[in-house]
């Protein structure tokens, strides 16, 4: 029975822990002793598992034999034991918005000090073509003193986690495979096999796997940043960018994709890791920087727009008190990675507005830490403020009574489009 160690119990690593600890016995490793004490009580702030379903497979593990189960643990000494390692830490990007490797290195290099012969180690953390042997395997060599495709094998499987999202879940989402040698692609391709019910793809090679992770997350970067570009065209004319996406919408193939912020941890960060390569090999990417300028740049004209709206009711701008509904960068959904809504709040402060932020779902000491805003969990009277921007469309936020505020003499942004837009003043 092979035992499986999964580096990172994140937004990624946790479901697909929890999935294989359903066959196998599995250590969910994180250097985060407190998420190792969260986990190791059956919670989960990250709201993708069940507590319940969590405490099952706890108790699983509790079983002498260890045939399956899942075991949380931040010690080492704990996953010494595995043959099968499956990274899956963050790979942001720096303020130049190059690729940040450092944790991805950081537990190639922990992971060489104690693979021995015959382990596997698969990657799952989004990365640029090449980056799993160009720059893990030399660390792993490194570090272990064993010879790549002799003593020690790898593989690449992105992930295709969509957080928050109850339907398109780990196992209902066909899975790309990749390895270092045919016989481990198959051997990888067959472990994915026994937890992916929508079946898997075995990719020609791991910088193939990689590469369609990375173009996966690029393609819905340019779409959405066409649209974007279509609301700032459609401003300047004077009309609803939805009616016209509503009228074009009618045939059959037309792309429905709506204007809006580009967060999170994938689709605002994955187009500069293919870009980065791309330069690398001498090629400037033309389509997905300028879709990537045309995304960044939203929150400006959505702050913009309010200030002018603002104007245009003759309200006093500085010290005016504004409101914006949401700071996770999706509804529904405590992940506040990369959220672009804390754009829109530093674009409004610097106006000069008051601001401040209410979500629900997202957690005020991690916003605090992340960006240094105070938020506030409770949703207030809407009356007390001047504007309002609702930029996340959770689903507390829909049935608020706007019909509180005077219209003469507030502004109301809806930035999702998921108002009546009798009740707002303009939306994106």
């Given at each position: 029975m092979k035992k499986i160690a999964v580096i990172g119990q994140g937004y990624v690593g946790l479901p697909l822990a929890l999935e294989f600890s359903k066959h196998f016995p599995v250590y969910g490793f994180d250097i985060n002793e407190d998420r190792v004490k969260?986990?190791?009580t059956g919670e989960d702030h990250t709201l993708e598992a069940d507590s319940n379903e969590i405490r099952t497979l706890l108790q699983l593990a509790n079983?002498?034999?260890?045939?399956?189960?899942?075991?949380?643990?931040?010690?080492?000494?704990?996953?010494?034991?595995?043959?099968?390692?499956?990274?899956?830490?963050?790979?942001?990007?720096?303020?130049?918005?190059?690729?940040?490797l450092k944790p991805l290195l950081s537990a190639s290099k922990m992971l060489?000090?104690?693979?021995?012969?015959?382990?596997i180690i698969i990657y799952e953390s989004t990365v640029y073509p090449g980056c799993t042997e160009e720059d893990c395997v030399p660390v792993?060599?490194?570090t272990s003193g064993l010879k790549f495709n002799v003593d020690f094998f790898v593989g690449y499987s992105p992930e295709r986690i969509v957080p928050g999202?109850?339907?398109n879940t780990l196992t209902s989402i066909k899975k790309v495979t990749s390895g270092s040698t045919p016989e481990i692609a198959e051997e990888i391709d067959q472990l994915y096999k026994t937890i992916i019910k929508?079946?898997?793809?075995?990719?020609?090679?791991?910088?193939?796997?990689?590469?369609?992770?990375?173009?996966?997350?690029?393609?819905?970067?340019v779409n959405i940043s066409f649209v974007n570009e279509l609301a700032l065209i459609f401003d300047r004319i004077g009309i609803d960018t939805h009616d016209v996406l509503e009228a074009a919408g009618t045939k059959f193939n037309f792309l429905r994709?709506?204007?809006g912020l580009v967060g999170g941890h994938c689709i605002s960060v994955d187009p500069y890791y293919l870009a980065y390569k791309a330069q690398e090999l001498g090629y400037h990417p033309q389509v997905i920087l300028s879709g990537r300028r045309v995304n960044d740049m939203m929150a400006q004209f959505i702050a913009g727009k309010v200030v002018k709206l603002m104007i245009r009711k003759k309200m006093n701008i500085h010290g005016s008190k504004a409101l914006i509904l949401g700071v996770t960068f999706k509804e529904n959904c405590p992940d506040v990675r990369n959220t672009k809504v804390v754009d829109i709040y530093n674009e409004l402060n610097q106006f000069g507005l008051d601001v401040e932020v209410c979500d629900p779902w997202a957690s005020a000491e991690e916003v605090k830490d992340e960006y240094g805003i105070g938020i506030i969990?409770?949703?207030?009277?809407?009356?007390?403020?001047?504007?309002v921007v609702l930029a996340v469309s959770h689903n507390q936020f829909i049935n608020i009574d706007f019909s509180k505020m005077d219209r003469n003499t507030s502004v109301i942004f809806d930035v999702k489009a998921c108002l009546d837009r009798s009740v707002v003043d303009e939306r994106l």
């Open positions: 969260e986990l190791s079983d002498s034999t260890f045939e399956k189960g899942y075991k949380p643990t931040a010690s080492l000494s704990d996953i010494e034991n595995a043959d099968i390692y499956i990274v899956t830490v963050p790979t942001p990007i720096d303020r130049f918005n190059a690729p940040d060489g000090g104690i693979i021995k012969a015959g382990d792993l060599e490194q999202d109850k339907v929508a079946g898997t793809h075995k990719a020609a090679n791991i910088k193939v796997a990689e590469a369609s992770k990375a173009i996966e997350n690029a393609q819905r970067d994709y709506s204007p969990n409770n949703i207030p009277d809407v009356s007390l403020y001047d504007v």
